[in-house]
């Protein structure tokens, strides 16, 4: 679908929403999108292709039955409040990993907040070589290409902002989100989403960061994978209601737009500290398992660049990357 055939698509939706429980006619389509009667039909046609159902009466015209649960640019597009991020939306039915095909994309110079959202991943990535999975349909995978102009040293800055905004949205849907060091998002304990920053850079400076991220939005108890079911949640299991998944897109995105903004102009200072009104893992005796070595301690604070502080007796250890397992809640 070109941009043009999309907006297309947008309006009649648009005019059929206004429409209500009311028919919208033909002619009253045509005339205000300047189109044929038979180039409306045919967009009406591309639309139901994509879910919407949508009745049509030869002597009433159009009216909007039902809308589908999915994240294109056009159920995400309308909802948009930001200037740039996610104003380019590339949607796809099943993907191996949206962090790729951003990268492809990044490559071939996409934009800053170009946007990548998949249904199902067949090879969803996790951090340190893990796989992500979730079901099909009811999730958000999703990747975002940022281009922010840094040394690549600030880049792991870029995972706390998103986990910061994360944290936040999550908690604007109605439950209690906390952030796991480094960047695991969890309700009571239990994983909810995960950020995986994978970046393009030489060592001056940073082509392009992507920042892949995986909620756990609809998905049934029930319906996680044996092997996860006790550690991974979602927003669908913690309260009982499931959410609206173009809305919890746009205000992710929203969110995401206004702390970039914050760390563009302000630095990671603002980041630090709202980090740190999120998190659940200071103060905690934690053990961490870095390559190789497993630390125990209390995770006392996090530095100006990100990284954990632990408290091991008199030793005061700084740890770049890891997972931390909270001894005690
Ligand atoms: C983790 O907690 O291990 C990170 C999980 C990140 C998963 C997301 S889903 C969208 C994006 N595409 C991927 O392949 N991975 C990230």
Redesign the pocket.
């Given at each position: 679908m070109d941009d043009t055939e999309q907006s297309n698509e947008e309006m009649i939706l648009s005019f059929l929403a206004e429409g209500g429980e009311d028919y919208v006619s033909g002619a009253a389509l045509s005339d205000k999108l300047g189109l044929s009667r038979t180039a409306v039909w045919k967009h009406v046609e591309q639309l139901r292709r994509l879910g919407y159902r949508i009745d049509a009466q030869a002597s009433r015209g159009y009216r909007l039955l039902e809308v589908p649960d999915t994240l294109t640019a056009l159920e995400v597009g309308p909802l948009l409040a930001t200037r740039e991020l996610g104003r380019t939306l590339h949607h796809y039915d099943e993907l191996d990993?949206?962090?790729v095909k951003a990268f492809e994309l990044a490559h071939e110079g996409g934009f800053h907040g170009e946007v990548i959202v998949a249904e199902h991943?067949t090879a969803?990535?996790?951090?340190r070589g893990?796989v992500?999975v979730s079901p099909p349909g009811k999730s958000l995978?999703?990747?975002v290409i940022v281009r922010p102009e840094i040394p690549p040293s600030r880049a792991p800055e870029l995972t706390l902002v998103t986990a910061v905004a994360l944290a936040e949205t999550l908690r604007d849907s109605g439950v209690d989100a906390r952030i796991k060091w480094p960047n695991?998002v969890q309700i009571a304990g239990k994983k909810v989403a995960?950020?995986?920053t994978e970046l393009s850079a030489d060592t001056e400076r940073v082509h392009f960061v992507i920042l892949?991220?995986?909620v756990n939005l609809n998905v049934p108890a029930a319906e996680f994978p044996a092997e996860i079911a006790e550690i991974a949640t979602s927003i669908l299991a913690a309260k009982n209601q499931p959410v609206h998944r173009a809305l919890f897109v746009a205000a992710l995105l929203a969110k995401l737009e206004s702390w970039l903004d914050v760390w563009t102009e302000q630095g990671f200072a603002p980041i630090r500290d709202a980090w740190k009104a999120l998190t659940s893992t200071l103060g905690q005796e934690v053990v961490v398992r870095t390559d190789g070595k497993e630390l125990r301690g209390v995770a006392e604070d996090i530095d100006e660049s990100g990284a954990l502080l632990l408290r091991a007796g008199e030793k005061l250890e700084r740890i770049l990357s890891g997972d931390v397992e909270q001894l005690r809640a």
């Open positions: 990993s949206t962090n991943q969803g990535k996790g951090r893990r992500w995978a999703m990747s695991d995960g950020i995986l892949g991220i995986g």
